[in-house]
């Protein structure tokens, strides 16, 4: 069994750059396949939209205050009516003015930076650390595996609020402080789904196969195992995001999170709960952008899941 | 390669046989832990208890027995994948037992494993191109366009369409699957492949094409293969010699058509009363000998001859005394059984309290 001379033509042609498109049939592999999938679920479509838009509301916040003529933390004398109380929305306040006479359109956008700042930045660390640590507990094994479990558990077991009191009273509330906060609350319940994955793939013959060709135990978590738990970890970390945002938000809230002037959702949610009766803009504007932005990044969490699930084809129902 | 200076102690061996692979006394025992926090040790699983054997180049070295007696775990220890709880695996007259697995490198290059199930044995997240060529970058060999240009010689001449090394494995049927371990396990040019069942999962049509491969690149390259399988029909007619496993020993070995026709242990003649025959009517001669009982378990086996509980010729001794694994006089030298009363040639073999069967002369 030789390589003939259209054989080796075409071994060739499979060689030559990239750009090309091969002949025959591509192997498609499970992103590509997942991604059809997702490209065709108008949820999912819808939710990605709701989500860009409010990644371009957080990047454009600079201009729109620049348009409006507010800044994020002024106040504006005619922000307050005579009697001290928020005028309502109007053509100089869209959404409404806060107790302190500030735009909460303006604050609306600047709001959206931090929440999404917190909420990815918080996601993505709480995402790697939980799949080294997973990996490392469900691969070692042993006594590897049972402090990082014992650890995960105590971590899981932990009050955060308190917690985070504690800390923010120590340190300071700031975003940094936060972000970590959340990072550490979330990591332990990624590290446990990537610890049980690896702990059923590492019996599987393909890991076998990779030790007798001699890898060692960073190849083979990192280039056997991770790609067959990465599906899982996205799908985990596209809800994970959702969960950091109200996490944030909650944090704000209790004045944990960012300093008062900075624009929060949570701390606008905060502000708004003694004038909500009278000034309902304060309160329903910054829930309605925390709602739509969980909702969609949840939404989409669900899509991802089904896109990935080899069993659910609903491509070529829609 | 260095001779790790591990060569006087072991026995002189016979001029005429090269062996690749010795394997002297493994055992190989897997802890049994409680289901409590402590999880203590509350027994061991002997899942191979005293191996002895040497693998010669060239050869193809049948291991068969029944689920559970320790073929795959030997398979295991041979490669390397398993530490062995004590005993010698020596590869090319070198002590590779107890290497890390740094200095276990280069013995990789020389033994490869295929596996039974073709569908958990490749990664079903990794194109076929990559998983072939694994070895390559495991070992650091080999890069670039090169290493694509041998994963495309390797697929073609396991039977595989080159164009194919972008499909992932799903893209694949069994048969075509078990090509992709057999090119993985080609790669590195071994000496040794170790097939731990590499067909039983493949339909029958499928299985002929795929030993037939496995045959034809042993010409070609001169391998080694210890073939595990649980088929005694197919072990015996590709296997130069048959080793039969019993509750993680060797009971017996020899070639494949001298235990055929001379079996002298009574496992192996039980062993193969059971076995199919193609023909209905020499199928229907032939006299088969259930075995009773179950087999015991490896947890706590049976003293002495594992197999007297269920042997039809047990005696006091079997039950105290260990039999050798030698070569019986009048036998083939390469015909070794471990027993205290091995079969005689045409000895019909019965439980005592059998109502006897109308006996054939």
């Keep these: ?318 | 390669m260095s001779a790790r200076g591990t060569t006087p102690q072991t026995p002189p061996v016979p001029v005429e046989t090269d062996v690749l692979v010795h394997l002297e006394d493994v055992v190989k025992h897997f802890p049994v832990r409680s289901s409590s926090l402590l999880r203590r040790n509350v027994g061991y699983v002997h899942a191979v208890d005293g191996v002895t054997l040497d693998v010669y180049r060239g050869e193809t070295l049948g291991l068969v027995g029944e689920s559970g007696c320790g073929k795959s775990t030997l398979a295991r220890c041979i490669t390397r994948l398993h530490d062995v709880t004590s005993g010698r695996i020596e590869l090319n007259g070198t002590d590779v037992t107890n290497l890390s697995r740094r200095q276990l490198q280069p013995f990789r290059r020389e033994m490869q494993m295929i596996f039974q199930d073709p569908f958990g044995s490749l990664n079903p997240r990794r194109r076929v191109g990559s998983i072939i060529g694994d070895p390559f970058a495991i070992h650091g060999i080999v890069s670039g366009a090169e290493r694509k240009k041998a994963v495309q010689d390797l697929m073609s001449q396991v039977g595989l369409n080159p164009e194919h090394y972008n499909r992932f494995p799903a893209d694949f049927s069994g048969g075509q699957r078990q090509r992709i371990g057999v090119a993985r396990a080609l790669a590195l040019k071994p000496k040794l492949i170790v097939c731990d069942e590499p067909v039983s999962a493949l339909d029958v049509s499928i299985q002929a094409q795929v030993i037939n491969l496995l045959l034809e690149l042993q010409r070609e390259y001169s391998l080694t293969y210890v073939f595990i399988a649980h088929d005694l029909g197919l072990v015996q007619r590709i296997s130069t010699r048959v080793a039969v496993m019993y509750l993680g020993q060797v009971i017996e070995v020899a070639a494949g058509e001298d235990l055929g026709s001379h079996p002298r242990h009574p496992y192996s003649a039980a062993l193969l009363s059971a076995s199919p025959i193609a023909d209905p009517d020499a199928a229907a001669k032939r006299e088969r000998l259930v075995l009773r009982g179950d087999v015991p378990s490896p947890i706590s086996p049976p003293p002495a001859c594992r197999f007297h509980p269920r042997c039809p010729k047990a005696e006091a001794i079997c039950r105290e005394q260990a039999p050798p694994l030698v070569s019986l006089p009048g036998d083939d030298e390469a015909h070794l059984v471990a027993c205290h009363f091995p079969l005689a040639d045409g000895e019909r073999l019965a439980y005592r309290d059998a109502e006897p069967e109308q006996a054939t002369a």
């Excluded at chain 1, 071994?11 to 192997?27: F, K, M, N």
């Excluded at chain 1, 606008?268 to 969980?294: C, D, G, H, K, R």
Aim: aromatic share 10%; net charge neutral; charged share 15%.
């Design chain 1, 1 to 318: 069994m030789s390589v003939g001379p259209e054989m080796s033509e075409l071994v060739e042609e499979a060689i030559a750059p990239a750009g090309q498109t091969p002949r025959g049939i591509e192997g498609r592999s499970p992103w590509q396949l997942a991604w059809e999938r997702l490209r065709h679920d108008k949820v999912a479509i819808a939710s990605a939209v709701t989500i860009v838009l409010i990644v371009l509301m957080a990047i454009c916040a600079p201009l729109v205050a620049k348009i409006v003529g507010h800044g994020p933390n002024t106040q504006y004398s005619f922000g307050t009516s005579d009697s001290g109380l928020p005028v309502g929305p109007s053509s100089k306040f869209l959404f409404g003015a806060d107790e302190l006479g500030r735009d909460v359109f303006v604050r609306v956008f600047y709001g959206a930076r931090i929440s999404l700042l917190a909420g990815v930045v918080a996601s993505l660390l709480a995402v790697a650390a939980g799949v080294i640590i997973g990996l490392l507990a469900g691969y070692l094994g042993r006594i590897v595996d049972t402090v990082l479990s014992r650890f995960m558990d105590v971590v899981l077991s932990m009050p955060y609020l308190i917690f985070a009191i504690a800390l923010v009273s120590v340190v300071g509330p700031s975003l940094s402080v936060s972000i970590a906060v959340i990072a550490f609350f979330s990591f332990a319940a990624v590290g446990r789904v990537v610890r049980g994955q690896v702990l059923s793939l590492s019996q599987r013959e393909f890991v076998e196969a990779a030790r007798s060709l001699g890898a060692g135990p960073i190849r083979i978590m990192f280039v056997d195992i991770l790609p067959n738990v990465l599906a899982q970890v996205i799908v985990y970390a596209t809800l994970l995001v959702p969960a950091a945002i109200v996490f944030e938000a909650t944090l704000s809230f209790f004045g944990l999170g960012v300093t008062p002037p900075t624009a929060t959702w949570g701390g606008m949610i905060a502000e708004a709960q003694n004038y909500y009766q009278v000034a309902w803009w304060m309160l329903v504007m910054p829930s309605v952008f925390l709602l739509l932005l969980t909702l969609a990044f949840n939404l989409l969490g669900d899509s991802v899941r089904d896109a990935f699930d080899p069993r659910y084809t609903r491509t070529t129902a829609k």
